[in-house]
């Protein structure tokens, strides 16, 4: 379970000081799937970069069970996110001068994961795995950066607008494939979006508005990607 407390950010200094998470506090249940939602600008990926560990919060504490990350230096913290999370952005980050095998290998490699093909092979990309990102749709780099992330095994999978990029029809393809993938390997998903439909994906859905948390709902049931309007 993650323990978000009350924790604040801002961004500059003095005059410009700008605060961008203004006490925020929230749980995140082991093996569920949370949505972050707000409009652009609420703050969305300043929270997910914070819980995740990328970045630090002015005040305020993280806790992955009983470790508090905020206290953690910033080796241990460099350590922390290897070993527990992964990470899918809007842009997919791969690197193009490696084959999807090399770069879904670079993730497997950071956990010593030799199993690393199989993912490969459960994003639907086995037969393209000699080919390089340039050769590739945008659906299908985005599948190389989720096999990517979860060739480590992460026990969180953090993802900021992971189709906010894509059309329609890709999009929904790289949401279904993260949640069967999450059915078979069983790590918790929490995801950014600005987006109220995507948001029907997730069990518990955290609403932000100017840095603050406005509201936090389950859905009684948590749809699948192709029965969600986009
Ligand atoms: N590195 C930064 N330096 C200064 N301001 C920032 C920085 N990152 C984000 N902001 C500001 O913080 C606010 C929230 O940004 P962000 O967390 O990216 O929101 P969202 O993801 O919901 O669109 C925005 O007003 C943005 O301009
Ligand atoms: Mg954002």
């Given at each position: 379970?993650?323990?978000?407390?009350?924790?604040?950010?801002?961004?500059?200094?003095?005059?410009?000081?700008?605060?961008?998470?203004?006490?925020?506090?929230?749980?995140?249940?082991?093996?569920?799937?949370?949505?972050?939602?707000?409009?652009?600008?609420?703050?969305?990926?300043?929270?997910?970069?914070?819980?995740?560990?990328?970045?630090?919060?002015?005040?305020?504490?993280?806790?992955?069970?009983?470790?508090?990350?905020?206290?953690?230096?910033?080796?241990?913290l460099t350590e922390f996110r290897r070993a527990n999370v992964g990470f899918i952005f809007q842009q997919y980050y791969l690197l193009p001068n490696l084959s999807v095998d090399k770069n879904v290998k670079m993730g497997a490699d950071l956990a010593g994961n030799r199993e690393?093909?199989?993912?490969?092979?459960?994003?639907?990309?086995?037969?393209?795995?000699?080919?390089?990102?340039?050769?590739?749709?945008?659906?299908?780099?985005?599948?190389?950066?989720?096999?990517?992330?979860?060739a480590k095994r992460p026990k969180i999978l953090f993802m900021d607008e992971p189709t906010g990029a894509l059309d329609e029809e890709t999009g929904r393809q790289v949401l279904d494939y993260v949640c069967r993938l999450q059915k078979e390997y069983g790590f918790t998903i929490v995801m950014v979006t600005h987006n109220q439909?995507?948001?029907?994906?997730?069990?518990?859905?955290?609403?932000?508005?100017?840095?603050?948390?406005s509201g936090i709902y389950t859905n009684e049931r948590r749809k699948n990607a192709y029965e969600i309007g986009w």
């Open positions: 379970m993650i323990k978000v407390r009350d924790i604040t950010k801002s961004y500059g200094s003095g005059e410009s000081r700008f605060p961008v998470l203004k006490g925020i506090s929230l749980t995140i249940e082991e093996g569920g799937f949370a949505v972050i939602l707000g409009a652009s600008g609420s703050g969305k990926s300043t929270l997910l970069n914070t819980i995740s560990g990328l970045e630090r919060p002015d005040s305020g504490r993280i806790l992955y069970d009983t470790t508090d990350i905020t206290a953690l230096s910033d080796p241990a690393y093909p199989a993912v490969i092979e459960a994003v639907g990309l086995g037969e393209k795995r000699h080919k390089y990102p340039g050769e590739l749709s945008g659906g299908e780099q985005q599948r190389v950066s989720v096999a990517r992330a979860l439909n995507i948001a029907e994906m997730g069990d518990t859905v955290i609403r932000m508005n100017s840095g603050k948390v």
